[in-house]
């Protein structure tokens, strides 16, 4: 079973499950919007028995993490949650991990490797180079990619925040089914997760996130000059495994061909069949054994 900890860090009290042995090296496992840590307890087992420390934080809105001060906007932007993540490190003391993460976890551990990239070991990036450029005009899509964005275009709405608030339980499930459209997931896999949109900042937080990125909301003063360099795309390099699910609806596998030079020489890019957004529940044993390859299987 793993442990319920918690680790208190400038802005957050952050709640994270522990895999393993407390001395092995330590590898952060970051999940998306809408997850939790659950996503993980198939990808983390492996790694334990494998000798690794297995460390899955709930992310800023999920499950028992909190804000510490009330009086903090509610702001969930690339950079805040990469921020989080280099503020959960430096909390319990890591100066060097490996990092996993999809969809908004996906987007902190692409920050974090290229904001400090001594500090990460390697990296398995699901759905590709998750960096947004949140400061040019916002360019249109193809009308397939356009309705498989609804649900941000509903968030960019008043009527969608309330939506949200009311609904959040079968929107949530409804992306679940929409992005991964071959994965049979039965009620009880769902409500295992569910409790952690109870948070009570989850609501602003996703609201947040979803307007900021298409220029509605705005930015934290703090992360200006990250955003500016995010912008740039910049590049990864550190070692990197990519990992893309055949059948992700919402992040269609062609979306990660041309992103290669933003990655390191001989960086190996996998289309995953039989997997959808939710890689790390669909196709636990592909994401553990990416992650041993990337790290030779040393837990060193």
Not at 61 to 90: E, H, N, S, W
Not at 123 to 145: C, F, H, K, M, W
Not at 182 to 196: L, N, Q
């Given at each position: ?16 499950e522990a895999h ?195 220029r509605n909301a ?51 890019r996998r289309v ?29």
């Amino acid at each position: 079973m793993p442990e319920g900890l918690s680790v208190r860090t400038p802005t957050l009290e952050i709640g994270y499950e522990a895999h393993g042995n407390a001395d092995g090296f330590p590898v952060v496992l970051l999940h998306g919007f809408p997850d939790d840590v659950r996503a993980w307890d198939d990808v983390a087992a492996p790694l334990a028995a494998a000798g690794y420390r297995a460390l899955a934080p709930y992310l800023r809105g999920y499950g028992p993490t909190r804000l510490l001060d009330d009086a903090t906007p509610r702001m969930a932007q690339q950079a805040a949650m990469a921020q989080d993540l280099i503020d959960f490190l430096d909390a319990l003391g890591l100066d060097r991990v490996g990092l996993a993460g999809y969809d908004w976890g996906g987007r902190a551990a692409c920050i974090t490797a290229i904001l400090q990239p001594e500090r990460v070991r390697g990296l398995v990036t699901i759905g590709g180079y998750n960096v947004q450029d949140t400061l040019s005009p916002p360019r249109p899509g193809t009308a397939v990619e356009e309705r498989a964005y609804w649900y941000q275009w509903y968030f960019n709405t008043e009527r969608g925040r309330l939506g949200l608030e009311q609904n959040r339980y079968d929107i949530c499930r409804l992306l679940w089914q929409e992005w991964s459209p071959t994965w049979a997931f039965g009620d009880a896999t769902y409500e295992r997760t569910a409790p952690s949109f109870d948070n009570p900042n989850f609501v602003d937080l996703v609201i947040h996130s979803y307007r900021h990125r298409h220029r509605n909301a705005p930015s934290d003063p703090r992360f200006t000059e990250v955003e500016r360099l995010l912008a740039s795309r910049p590049p990864i390099t550190v070692p990197s495994i990519i990992l893309h699910g055949a059948d992700d609806t919402v992040g269609p596998p062609y979306r990660s061909e041309g992103e290669m030079t933003q990655f390191p020489p001989g960086t190996v890019r996998r289309v995953v069949p039989k997997a959808g957004h939710f890689m790390p529940r669909e196709q636990p044993g592909v994401v553990a054994e990416a992650l041993l390859e990337l790290f030779d299987g040393s837990p060193a």
